[in-house]
């Protein structure tokens, strides 16, 4: 079994910024990607941005220039860093991972954090 904790989340000013952080633990054998989500009340889940296990990154138009994402594959760990918050940012960020448990698992599957908050104030 698999766990995502996600933690940096919080209030800030617009302009601001904060760092979301994701950690995977349990029987973890490789990552394949790994990303952050985004989710409104009552509203689709959408990409914010994802990076594979050799680095290579995409980003929703809506927050390119200003997120920055990055991994440390020894520890596991996706980052999130989000420079000149906007109030339109406030919504629950979600860490996603594709993860192979063992060798001898055919295919990855796909694990989701908890969510954290992010409120940005006017």
């Known amino acids: 079994q698999v766990q995502l904790v996600e933690s940096g989340g919080g209030l800030v000013q617009a302009g601001g910024s904060l760092r979301l952080s994701c950690a995977a633990s349990g029987r973890i054998f490789s990552i394949n990607v790994m990303g952050w989500y985004r989710q409104a009340p009552g509203k689709q889940r959408e990409l914010v941005a994802r990076i594979t296990s050799g680095g290579v990154t995409d980003y929703a138009d809506s927050v390119k220039g200003r997120f920055t994402i990055s991994r440390d594959n020894a520890k596991n760990t996706v980052y999130l860093q989000m420079n000149s918050l906007k109030p339109e940012d406030t919504v629950v960020y979600y860490c996603?991972?594709?993860?192979?448990?063992?060798?001898?698992?055919?295919?990855?599957?796909?694990?989701w954090g908890q969510g954290t908050q992010v409120t940005v104030s006017s």
């Open positions: 996603n991972a594709k993860i192979k448990g063992s060798y001898s698992e055919y295919s990855y599957t796909d694990y």
